[in-house]
């Protein structure tokens, strides 16, 4: 085989290089993006909807105490899903890099490359995994007549790990090619079948131990329906055997993506493991519960970068990097934008919604309300500088910085909750020090990557959080004197919100240049539509 079949052929740099990216044009880029994000916003929205109908269900068949077991279960074993070594990540990043080439046995041997590393990890998700489902009985302070029950219940969901690691590999490569739009209408409605799969464990009174078969169950059905898609969308895919340097090459790219994802999941998961070891399943009961409608603006903003990340891969691989700043500038200003009107009209409403949701005793209060919000909006900025590192497949400093912020979140949470006593609100504070260590060091490292001087970011900080401090902190005064006494009401006192809030955060929280942007960029979205 000859040694330029098994180099990338990437778009040529210099002039040559800027004259092939145009082919790719910006309006085709939007367009993908626009459909990126409609089919994750429709998958993500039934997930939203379908959560929203049988959590309740599932909290008044487990009780407090195993529905709080439950959540923290599911945190808990995804601790060890990055023991994986996470090949489907490695295989995106990869093919969205190289989203422009048309090598595509290189392409192939990537495919053959995340499965072999997919067996070589397995040994080690198992040993992790089982160590994990042992344990968590006794971390939980369950009643030992209950040992077995959760053991077995986090056994599966270990399987159910292992699993995911396999199947989730076609998805990484339709999102990697920025074709994740396909899916469009397939996923959705197995988002209610998985989720109905939970409901009807509880209804014939399987417990936890049957809501992870579910889990398991539904894992199966969204790998094989993805690999359904890709085969049918992506002309080159396929599996082509690697040669022994491009596995290990790989191996050493899915070791700095399992490094990355397990401080994801810490980022993600372990608040409400620390809540559960340090305070108490009923206390995480309140947490989760709480943290619902803040949780799909988290998911709402991931569903964003996912559309963007691909058709920014292509840019920074192409060493377009005017482009690639702009593109970066909009798409931080955009996740702001919708973060602080969703944060705000949550901050609002949050105490009436879980009052109708599930009952007022659930509620903790505006004041934790409020820091749960601003961790959110911390995250989602960190979320998108990170992704945008990934692109450019030199992950070591990302992910040595965001090992340290975890730890120091994972310490500084753990001291606010069990010595001082501060509850969820301890909980939340410690995450949010803990992280600024990512939120100065990553805009750092964008900044060093695009060429973007350290004073034009922080000028372009200054307003947004002024508005920020604004918005959050009247919303967070008002929100206990304001009602909806019914599911009617809240739903017109949402939109109504949402309708004056969206308008002014546009005009007060952005830059003009920002602001005309994101307009551009609105109504291209809308002539393609």
């Given at each position: 085989?000859?040694?330029?079949?098994?180099?990338?052929?990437?778009?040529?740099?210099?002039?040559?290089?800027?004259?092939?990216?145009?082919?790719?044009?910006?309006?085709?880029?939007?367009?993908?993006?626009?459909?990126?994000?409609?089919?994750?916003?429709?998958?993500?929205?039934?997930?939203?909807?379908?959560?929203?109908?049988?959590?309740?269900?599932?909290?008044?068949?487990?009780?407090?105490?195993?529905?709080?077991?439950?959540?923290?279960?599911?945190?808990?074993?995804?601790?060890?899903?990055?023991?994986?070594?996470?090949?489907?990540?490695?295989?995106?990043?990869?093919?969205?890099?190289?989203?422009?080439?048309?090598?595509?046995?290189?392409?192939?041997?990537?495919?053959?490359?995340?499965?072999?590393?997919?067996?070589?990890?397995?040994?080690?998700?198992?040993?992790?995994?089982?160590?994990?489902?042992?344990?968590?009985?006794?971390?939980?302070?369950?009643?030992?007549?209950?040992?077995?029950?959760?053991?077995?219940?986090?056994?599966?969901?270990?399987?159910?790990?292992?699993?995911?690691?396999?199947?989730?590999?076609?998805?990484?490569?339709?999102?990697?090619?920025?074709?994740?739009?396909?899916?469009?209408?397939?996923?959705?409605?197995?988002?209610?079948?998985?989720?109905?799969?939970?409901?009807?464990?509880?209804?014939?009174?399987?417990?936890?131990?049957?809501?992870?078969?579910?889990?398991?169950?539904?894992?199966?059905?969204?790998?094989?329906?993805?690999?359904?898609?890709?085969?049918?969308?992506?002309?080159?895919?396929?599996?082509?055997?690697?040669?022994?340097?491009?596995?290990?090459?790989?191996?050493?790219?899915?070791?700095?993506?399992?490094?990355?994802?397990?401080?994801?999941?810490?980022?993600?998961?372990?608040?409400?493991?620390?809540?559960?070891?340090?305070?108490?399943?009923?206390?995480?009961?309140?947490?989760?519960?709480?943290?619902?409608?803040?949780?799909?603006?988290?998911?709402?903003?991931?569903?964003?970068?996912?559309?963007?990340?691909?058709?920014?891969?292509?840019?920074?691989?192409?060493?377009?990097?005017?482009?690639?700043?702009?593109?970066?500038?909009?798409?931080?200003?955009?996740?702001?934008?919708?973060?602080?009107?969703?944060?705000?009209?949550?901050?609002?409403?949050?105490?009436?919604?879980?009052?109708?949701?599930?009952?007022?005793?659930?509620?903790?209060?505006?004041?934790?309300?409020?820091?749960?919000?601003?961790?959110?909006?911390?995250?989602?900025?960190?979320?998108?500088?990170?992704?945008?590192?990934d692109l450019t497949l030199n992950l070591r400093a990302k992910v040595l910085l965001g090992a340290i912020s975890a730890v120091a979140s994972i310490g500084l949470a753990w001291l606010f909750v069990g010595p001082m006593e501060l509850g969820i609100v301890g909980l939340v504070l410690g995450f949010i020090v803990g992280r600024t260590i990512q939120s100065i060091?990553?805009?750092?490292?964008?900044?060093?990557?695009?060429?973007?001087?350290?004073?034009?970011?922080?000028?372009?900080?200054?307003?947004?959080?002024?508005?920020?401090?604004?918005?959050?902190?009247?919303?967070?005064?008002?929100?206990?004197?304001?009602?909806?006494?019914?599911?009617?009401?809240?739903?017109?006192?949402?939109?109504?919100?949402?309708?004056?809030?969206?308008?002014?955060?546009?005009?007060?929280?952005?830059?003009?240049?920002?602001?005309?942007?994101?307009?551009?960029?609105?109504?291209?979205?809308?002539?393609?539509?």
């Open positions: 085989m000859k040694t330029d079949d098994t180099t990338p052929r990437s778009a040529p740099r210099g002039r040559l290089g800027r004259m092939v990216s145009r082919v790719v044009s910006d309006g085709s880029l939007t367009k993908k993006a626009s459909l990126n994000a409609a089919a994750s916003t429709a998958e993500q929205g039934a997930r939203i909807v379908a959560g929203l109908i049988i959590s309740p269900i599932l909290l008044t068949r487990l009780g407090d105490v195993f529905f709080g077991i439950w959540q923290i279960l599911q945190r808990l074993i995804g601790h060890a899903s990055p023991a994986s070594g996470r090949p489907g990540e490695a295989l995106k990043w990869t093919i969205a890099h190289e989203q422009r080439s048309t090598d595509y046995d290189f392409k192939r041997r990537q495919v053959g490359n995340a499965l072999a590393v997919w067996l070589l990890f397995l040994p080690l998700l198992l040993a992790v995994g089982g160590v994990l489902a042992w344990l968590s009985p006794v971390w939980l302070d369950v009643p030992r007549d209950s040992f077995g029950t959760v053991r077995l219940a986090a056994g599966i969901l270990v399987l159910d790990a292992v699993l995911f690691s396999l199947l989730y590999l076609p998805q990484s490569v339709l999102q990697g090619e920025n074709l994740g739009y396909k899916r469009l209408g397939l996923s959705v409605l197995l988002v209610f079948v998985s989720k109905s799969l939970l409901v009807v464990a509880v209804y014939f009174g399987a417990g936890i131990g049957g809501l992870a078969v579910a889990t398991a169950v539904a894992t199966v059905l969204w790998g094989v329906t993805y690999l359904l898609i890709v085969r049918s969308r992506v002309e080159w895919f396929g599996i082509a055997r690697p040669s022994i340097a491009e596995v290990r090459h790989f191996v050493g790219l899915s070791w700095w993506f399992l490094l990355w994802n397990l401080v994801m999941t810490i980022m993600l998961a372990s608040d409400v493991v620390v809540l559960g070891v340090v305070g108490s399943p009923a206390l995480v009961t309140t947490y989760t519960l709480a943290k619902y409608l803040p949780q799909a603006i988290i998911v709402a903003v991931a569903t964003l970068i996912v559309a963007i990340m691909p058709g920014l891969g292509g840019m920074i691989g192409a060493g377009e990097l005017t482009r690639a700043v702009r593109i970066r500038k909009e798409t931080m200003s955009l996740i702001w934008l919708f973060t602080i009107v969703a944060g705000t009209t949550v901050l609002l409403w949050e105490a009436s919604f879980l009052r109708l949701w599930v009952g007022e005793e659930y509620y903790p209060g505006s004041g934790a309300v409020l820091v749960i919000m601003l961790m959110v909006l911390q995250f989602g900025l960190i979320r998108t500088d990170a992704n945008i590192i060091g990553y805009p750092w490292m964008i900044g060093r990557l695009l060429e973007i001087p350290p004073e034009r970011q922080l000028r372009g900080i200054v307003r947004p959080a002024i508005a920020t401090g604004l918005l959050f902190g009247g919303a967070g005064a008002l929100a206990d004197s304001l009602h909806a006494g019914s599911w009617a009401a809240l739903v017109l006192s949402v939109g109504l919100s949402v309708a004056v809030l969206a308008p002014v955060v546009f005009l007060a929280g952005l830059q003009p240049d920002v602001r005309r942007l994101l307009w551009l960029r609105l109504r291209k979205v809308a002539r393609l539509a």
